[in-house]
């Protein structure tokens, strides 16, 4: 089965630093795609990254790119000069396509970015 | 482009009613699926709807059922509600079916709260 593990409760950052979110996770499909989501107070899921597992490079998207390490299943967020509008919950994804899709999703990370 | 517009925001409901959660898609996607988060059990998926047809179900009881509409709008409904129900109910919609780099697109959530 598959299943996303986020290690990271909770990350405490300066305004302005960068920051790694954690996240590994677990399939034995070979074809497969990985989200980044972050979900403010405010409730909206907001769609962040994606990173395929046949993509060579790691994705970027502005300040956000994606540390992707398929021989240890790992698929990291890094955040560059963390801004204090990052504060929010992060949640990594997996999407699983069997005869629907569906995504699972980690425990997730709640960042607070400090003044 | 308009984002995926849930109704209402915010429901209160007592033990043994029933509820209706809406949900409209982004213009042109036609896949709709229904998740819930709490803060106990986190993000699990509850169904998925393609052209009118729902393709998957989560571990959920049958009190939890939902329809698609033919312009792809969604509806999900909770009978006989449990206080156990209460959660944030995300609807998201993704414009490629079956597709391993189609991002799922969510809403504002709705959040229900059973009394």
């Known amino acids: 089965a598959q299943k996303i593990t986020q290690t990271q409760p909770g990350m405490f950052v300066q305004e302005k630093e960068a920051v790694t979110l954690d996240c590994t996770y677990d399939?034995?499909?070979?074809?497969?795609?990985l989200f980044w989501y972050k979900q403010p107070s405010s409730g909206e899921m907001i769609f962040l990254i994606y990173q395929g597992s046949y993509d060579e490079q790691n994705a970027t998207e502005g300040r956000y790119s994606l540390n992707f390490q398929k021989a240890r299943k790992s698929a990291n967020l890094v955040i560059s000069a963390s801004q204090l509008g990052d504060s929010a919950m992060y949640f990594c994804?997996?999407?699983?396509?069997?005869?629907?899709?569906?995504?699972?999703f980690g425990q997730g990370t709640r960042l607070t970015i400090n003044p | 482009k308009a984002g995926v517009t849930q109704t209402p925001r915010y429901l209160i409901k007592t033990r043994g009613q029933q509820v209706t959660l809406s949900c409209s898609p982004i213009?042109?996607?036609?896949?709709v699926s229904w998740y819930q988060q709490t803060p106990g059990q986190g993000l699990q998926f509850l169904f998925e709807?393609?052209?009118?047809?729902?393709?998957n179900k989560g571990n959920f009881p049958g009190r939890f059922s939902g329809r698609q509409f033919s312009n792809s709008r969604s509806e999900m409904n909770v009978s006989t509600l449990e206080l156990g129900d209460s959660a944030l109910y995300l609807c998201?919609?993704?414009?490629?079916?079956?597709?391993?780099?189609?991002?799922?697109?969510f809403g504002n959530g709705t959040r229900l709260t059973v009394t």
């Open positions: 213009s042109g996607h036609r896949s």
């Open positions: 994804a997996m999407i699983i396509i069997q005869g629907a899709q569906k995504l699972v």
């Open positions: 399939t034995s499909d070979q074809s497969y795609g």
């Open positions: 709807y393609f052209s009118e047809t729902q393709r």
């Open positions: 998201a919609s993704s414009l490629d079916v079956g597709s391993y780099n189609s991002p799922l697109h």
